[in-house]
């Protein structure tokens, strides 16, 4: 199925960094004691965020797309979703989420449909074929990433999925926190001084 697929080609993608310090590729000493591991293991994973992250934006380069619309993409590559929780969860306003689906809508990536459990909602869901076209970029990434796992026992992968799952529920509660505490979603608002938050 293209949206299982594409699904798991961008989880695979946020393995990549991780695997390069430990092929020698980043060009780091490899770590002597468990103090060092631990040590490289927490530097590692904000370069492992930033590079999926690098990766996105390449490809919604290539593809003439917007950030957000590629994120969204794969947000509904799980499944149909309303457009409220879309925007939440993309820390986007109504009227901004608005405009990512209308624009994947007319490029044919997604369709809208009322709930069949409430015909007063409305649901988003991706296409097929559109989520085949993202998964064709993604494919590179993919095929590199399988071979990497290929080399791995089950018990070694089982710890990797284990890391993983952990990395994403820290991120979403720090992103929770953040939205909760702090501004709940992006905005054009100029900041006053024309200065960054601190």
Known sequence: MPSLRF???????????????????????EPSSRPDLLAEVTA??????????????????????????????????????????????????????????????????LSRSADPSDRRRIVITADPEGLATLAAHYAPMGEKMSRHLAQYTDDELATILAFMRAGREAADEEISRIRTNGTRHATRRTIPGGHYRK
């Open 7 to 29: 699904n798991t080609l961008l989880k695979v993608t946020f393995l990549e960094s991780a695997f390069l310090v430990s092929e020698g590729i980043a060009g780091l000493p």
């Open 44 to 109: 590692e994973a904000p370069r492992h965020g930033a590079s999926a992250v690098r990766l996105s934006i390449a490809i919604a380069n290539e593809l003439g797309m917007p950030l957000a619309d590629v994120q969204c993409m794969g947000l509904l590559a799980d499944g149909p979703a309303a457009p409220s929780d879309l925007a939440a969860r993309l820390g986007l306003t109504t009227g901004a989420i608005t405009k990512v689906l209308d624009r994947l809508e007319r490029a044919g990536y």
